[in-house]
Structures are given as C-alpha cells and as structure tokens.
C-alpha cells in the first residue's frame, strides 16, 4: 500500500464548477500537507500550505486536513479553464524535508 | 529572480551513458532534493541534501549519484544509464528556517534512455 493514495482521475468538469480532490493517508506522523499544481510540462507550483488539522482559504482555493481520518482535501470554486492541471498532494513529517507526493489528480475544466 | 533552474530541458542518451543533470537555486536555500515522475507513480525522492556537503539517498537512489560542493548547486549524475530511468527528474529547494517550509520546483529535465 502506498504511503499516500490520490486518485488520478481524469476529472472534467464544466467551467464555473466546484473542483474536490482528495488525499488519503497511512503515516500519522505527517503534520505538513500541501498541494502543487502542475501545468503540461512544467514543475510543480506550490498553491496550498497547512499545517496539522484544519481549514485554509486563499482565494478560489480550500485546503481542509482532517488528521483523525488521515484525509485531506482541496476545493476549487468557480473553476475557470486556466485551472486545468494535474493537482499532486504532498506531506512530510516534522522537521523532515522530504515529502510523500500522491499520485496527482489530473483536472480539465471545460469552456 | 530565477529560482529553481534545471539544464538540459531534454536528453536522450544511449543504454549505458553517463550524464550529468544540471540544478542550481539563487534563493540562498539551504535543503535540495531530486525527484523523479513516472506516470501514475507521483514524485519520487532520489537523494537530498540539507547543506553544503551533505548529501543522503531517499527513496529510489539506486544507479544516481549526488554532491553538493555549494549551496547553490546540486547535480545529479547517472552513472549508467538504464531504459528504467526514463522518466522526468525534478530539482526541488526549500529554505531550512524554523518548521518544515515549502518546496520550489524547477520545470524539470526529460530524459529518455534507448
């Protein structure tokens, strides 16, 4: 079993839509959890940063982390077109640098 | 302000070359990792690095060597290629301050072995 489970989709969903993607985790010792955005041929762009359990709001975006269920979400309201990507949830421990990275979630959002 | 830059963009080598890919960061950074992404496999860590003349393996380090003689730079080495290390090989850096801080990408190098 994979240390950090997301489902890869694809996702299509009409322009103006709520977005949901998810991540579920196995190591209760993750306390760091973000999401990046991947466009086609680029790295991956930090967009969400959360420490330990709780809610996150920036903009269009909600990143909610539920430790007691080792879940993790991200919200994306109003979707646009310019949102479609491939979506990657990360953690790491304390103190630890390297992070766990989910499988990605690859979205469209279509005009 | 450059961040997080990664030479070549693409490469293809034969079965058994070796070859250097290229990281260096202008953010003062401290930690350095490598990554490599397989389609359905997400971001594997290779080797990291949380400081001049640290390095250590990670995940996949087998057939990949490091070294950081810099803070700014931190290539990777295939020492023989493989058809098995086809993939996309992302540099990655994050500043060592108080907690865990978030990672900055590089737009990555493609790299396919025949």
């Known amino acids: 079993q994979k240390e950090v489970e997301q489902d890869p989709g694809p996702l299509s969903v009409p322009e103006g839509a709520i977005v949901s993607l998810n991540c579920t985790y196995s190591?209760?010792?993750?306390?760091?959890f973000m999401w990046y955005r991947q466009y086609s041929r680029k790295g991956p762009e930090l967009l969400m940063y959360?420490?330990?359990?709780g809610n996150k709001e920036d903009g269009r975006f909600t990143a909610q982390v539920d430790k007691s269920s080792k879940y993790i979400s991200l919200f994306i309201r109003d979707s646009q077109p310019s949102d479609s990507a491939t979506y990657l949830c990360?953690?790491?421990?304390?103190?630890?640098?390297?992070?766990?990275f989910g499988a990605g979630t690859t979205v469209t959002v279509r005009a | 302000n450059a961040g997080v830059t990664q030479t070549p963009k693409f490469q293809v080598l034969k079965t058994g070359q070796s070859m250097t890919l290229q990281c260096a960061q202008d953010?003062?950074?401290?930690?350095m990792s490598w990554y490599r992404q397989d389609p359905g496999m997400g971001l594997r860590l290779i080797h990291y690095?949380?400081?001049?003349?640290?390095?250590d393996q990670g995940e996949v380090p087998n057939g990949y060597n490091v070294s950081r003689s810099t803070t700014e730079d931190f290539p990777l080495r295939l020492l023989s290629a493989a058809p098995s290390q086809t993939s996309v090989y992302f540099c990655?850096?994050?500043?060592?301050?108080?907690?865990?801080?978030?990672?900055?990408f590089g737009d990555g190098t493609r790299l396919s072995i025949l």
């Open positions: 690095s949380v400081g001049a003349g640290i390095t």
């Open positions: 959360t420490y330990s359990s």
């Open positions: 990655a850096s994050s500043d060592r301050g108080k907690g865990n801080q978030p990672q900055h």
């Open positions: 990360a953690m790491s421990e304390p103190n630890d640098y390297k992070l766990s």
């Open positions: 190591n209760s010792a993750f306390q760091y």
């Open positions: 953010m003062n950074h401290e930690y």
